[in-house]
């Protein structure tokens, strides 16, 4: 059963790798935004007061951000695959009856994995039962961790 710390560090190396997968989008925004609006183009541009539509980009640009990262989580658990973050640590999330995770399923214990992932980290004692050796998340949503091999 993967430790605490192995499933922490997969969550932040799918964590970066989804910001790396996502942030630049969010970044060209602003510039053709900004092209857009003064009809001139420069990759950087530095201004002393907002803009009008500037409070709405990055609402849109947050919330888009935030439902493609929990997108980037949840697809694994659907198709019943690891994601790169625990292929690469040797482990995957899979359902207690070995079949996929419906996908309402998958999004709830994903945006909930967060919290708990902290949770385990900072109280492991409290998050996982020392005799099945499952998260409480593990525990609410029908999955498991198992090692790929």
Partial sequence: MP??????????LDFILAMVAVGPIFGVLPVLI?????????????????????????TIGLLSCSVSTVVYYAIPLVRRK?????????????A????????????????LGFIALCVAYLAPFVARDRKN???????????RAV???
Avoid: H, N
């Fill in 3 to 12: 430790g605490v710390l192995r499933r922490f560090l997969a969550f932040w």
């Fill in 96 to 111: 207690d009856d070995d079949l996929t995770v419906p996908l309402q399923t998958a999004l709830l214990r994903t945006v």
């Fill in 34 to 58: 900004e092209w857009r609006r003064t009809g001139v183009f420069e990759w950087t541009f530095e201004r002393t007061s907002p803009a009008p539509g500037d409070k709405l980009l990055l």
């Fill in 82 to 94: 690891p994601s790169p973050g625990t292929c690469i640590l040797g482990y995957q999330i899979v």
């Fill in 133 to 143: 050796g499952k998260f409480w998340l593990d525990k609410v949503f029908g999955t």
């Fill in 147 to 149: 090692l790929l091999g």
